[in-house]
């Protein structure tokens, strides 16, 4: 599995850390966000709690720029949204748990695509909740 992933949003729509949080907690998945989280506020380690423990990961707020150039089908899937959020991880399973669930919420309750660059596909929001409770399995 990928360690990292782009999602893509509308500024608009870009939760206040409160609605995430509501939104994570709905996933039924014990991932709490730090109380200082604020979109563009916060770059580089986000931390994180899983069950308790530390959980963060990385990320990265950047305005999209449409002129960088995507298969027609993740252009087509992105449309007009203008923020990319980069997700990185380590091997930590509750990094990985932190990072997906943060990025299914995302997804599911905001609209937020999520891109793996890697394998230059579009991963769907249920995709994203299936694999982080896959890891929380694993634990």
Known sequence: MARRHILYIERGKL?????HQKAIDATKI???LDHDYAPFAVEG?????FDGEDAGFDIRFAERDPAVALPAEIAEAIGGRDVQVAIKW???????I?????SAALAKDFGAVAHDPDKDKIIAADALLKQAKAAQDEL
């Open 90 to 96: 380590s091997s930590d399973p509750r990094e990985t």
């Open 15 to 19: 939760p206040d850390r409160a609605a």
């Open 30 to 32: 014990a991932v709490s």
């Open 98 to 102: 932190a990072a997906l669930a943060f």
């Open 45 to 49: 380690y986000l931390p994180c709690t």
